[in-house]
């Protein structure tokens, strides 16, 4: 593998911190541990260095986080606070992360694995969320009804649905927690957040960044921990309104069942097996280069990740050539390293699930093309996996369905624009999916097709505060940015009021 690009660890110009980073619960604006003492430690995945010791919650700590919601919620000082004030307070968060990007940057780095500039870019894009909700809040507004008759006017409110559970997953962690709570703050609602067990720590950050912009103490509440017990009381406990998960298929259909006997709100950001369908007559320059991004960004530890692509059989051999020439330069190694863009791997365990999924496909006929191997980067002693291309997939290969979550690219071929279509549409999961085709009309047509929440033509994975993202068929329910990221946290109420005395009286007196 001398042939690919790494960067050993060397000269990043960023030490790691001495100390590792400690990590508390904040349960009604008091930051504290666990009552039986009980921690754990995250080192990082690059290095192996210790990075965190955090606080492991248990029942108490969960119930007590969703008791100072529930009584912060419905004392109703937060919820029924102008737009103008918790407006305020977002903004202000927002200067502050801009402010701490590089520690938070710095942190999330060493817990996750991924590059340096990434997570400094990521830092920058949760900012943009919290000044966005912060716009929301500001405009958050109902109906009203002047056409019902002479004697009644009907209104409806949009009203903040209450205490949110928010458990987030590792791969991005601050920019996925500011996809939902500065929204639920923007609503009026209270919050108990978890973050992965396995980058606990910007989490805690943002909670010691809200205190220092001003927000009430118990509004938001931070529990940290594993999912069970944290994340099952969360879903479980009868004064949470609604859960809003991002994470893993499987863990989202427990939470389903979870929530189901006190009937919460679910919102569900899930996996996906996102294809992108590659037409003759498109700019192959352009799709090759789209291509490696999408299936290396985050070391493709991202539920966007655009791991199988499905390319008209004329062209398949000339791309899948540009894509491995491509990958050969795209740099992997050190995180620290601003030269970096592809880091480590989250864990051990998850380097042999994809490696796992590789072999498997291999025994199964398909043909690797480039990588499909662990990877030593000299002098880091962490988990990393090489670029990896594989052609001669077909439908019916796990490869081809299920979500690797690794830097690893399946190749499907077709015929005609009918067969694309199927095989697009042919996996439980349906995120995103992108079409390339210099033709508008093909790429019209595909995009309303394919059973995607989100479609990219020409490009792959741009992202806006502005547009709402979300999953269909097994890739989740509800959406998050945009103004429908808000509306998931407000519930409708109607008002309807008798104008002067109107009606005919029911009891016909005498
Ligand atoms: P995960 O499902 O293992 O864990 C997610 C969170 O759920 C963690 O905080 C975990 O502690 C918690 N959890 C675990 N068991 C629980 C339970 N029984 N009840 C409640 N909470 C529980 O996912 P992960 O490995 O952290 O993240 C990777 C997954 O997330 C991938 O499948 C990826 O596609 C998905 N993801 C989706 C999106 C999206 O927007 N659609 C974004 C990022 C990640």
């Not at 060493?110 to 500039?117: A, D, N, Q, R, V």
């Not at 529990?223 to 994470?247: E, K, N, R, Y």
Request: glycine share 10%; net charge negative; with cysteine.
């Amino acid at each position: 593998m001398t042939e690919l690009t790494l960067i050993p660890a060397k000269d990043t110009g960023t030490a790691i911190p001495a100390e590792p980073f400690i990590g508390q619960h904040l349960i009604d604006g008091v930051w504290t541990d666990s009552a039986d003492g009980a921690g754990f430690d995250r080192n990082s995945p690059a290095h192996g260095d210790l990075i965190s010791r955090s606080a492991k919650g248990g029942v108490a700590e969960t119930e007590a986080a969703i008791t100072a919601a529930r009584r912060v919620f419905d004392l109703g000082d937060w919820a029924f606070s102008s737009g103008q004030a918790r407006a305020k307070i977002l903004l202000k968060m927002a200067d502050l992360i801009d402010e701490n990007r590089d520690h938070i940057a710095l942190i999330e780095t060493l817990e996750s694995g991924k590059p340096i500039t990434q997570a400094k870019a990521e830092i920058e894009g949760a900012a943009d969320l919290w000044r966005y909700a912060a716009a929301l809040a500001r405009t958050l507004h109902g109906d009203s009804h002047n056409s019902l008759g002479a004697d009644m006017l009907g209104v409806v409110l949009k009203a903040p649905i209450g205490v949110v559970s928010i458990i987030c997953p590792w791969n991005f962690p601050f920019l996925i927690v500011s996809q939902k709570l500065p929204f639920a703050l923007a609503a009026g609602c209270t919050a108990v957040v978890k973050p992965s067990e396995l980058t606990p720590s910007t989490t805690v950050i943002l909670g010691q960044l809200l205190q220092q912009a001003g927000l009430p103490a118990g509004v938001v509440n931070i529990v940290l921990g594993h999912g069970d017990p944290v994340g099952a009381v969360m879903s479980t406990h009868d004064a949470v309104d609604m859960v809003s998960f991002t994470g893993s298929t499987a863990i989202g259909r427990q939470i389903v069942k979870a929530a189901g006997d006190t009937l919460k709100k679910v919102s569900l950001e899930l996996g996906g097996k996102n294809p992108q369908v590659v037409f003759p007559d498109a700019d192959i320059e352009a799709a090759a280069d789209a291509i490696t991004f999408g299936v290396y960004f985050n070391a493709g530890e991202c539920c966007n990740s655009g791991s199988r692509i499905i390319v008209h059989e004329d062209i398949a051999e000339a791309l899948t050539a540009k894509i491995v020439a491509l990958s050969r330069q795209v740099p992997f190694g050190d995180p620290l390293n601003p030269a970096t863009q592809v880091g480590a791997i989250i864990s051990s365990d998850h380097q042999a699930r994809i490696d796992g999924y590789v072999k498997d496909a291999r025994a199964e006929g398909a043909r690797v093309v480039l990588g499909g191997d662990r990877l030593s980067i000299s002098s880091l002693t962490g988990a990393f996996y090489q670029p990896t291309v594989i052609a001669d997939v077909t439908a019916n290969m796990a490869i081809a369905k299920e979500e690797v979550f690794g830097p690893v690219l399946s190749v499907l071929t077709f015929r005609d624009p009918g067969e694309a279509l199927a095989l697009a549409n042919d996996a439980a999961y349906g995120l995103s999916a992108g079409v390339w085709s210099r033709n508008v009309h093909t790429c019209l047509d595909f995009a309303r097709r394919v059973q995607a929440g989100t479609v990219w033509t020409n490009t792959w994975m741009d992202g806006f505060a502005e547009l709402p993202f979300g999953g269909v068929k097994q890739s989740g329910q509800g959406r998050e940015l945009g103004r429908y990221g808000l509306e998931e946290f407000l519930e409708v109420k109607t008002v309807q009021m008798r104008v002067n005395r109107g009606r005919d009286p029911w009891v016909k007196t005498r």
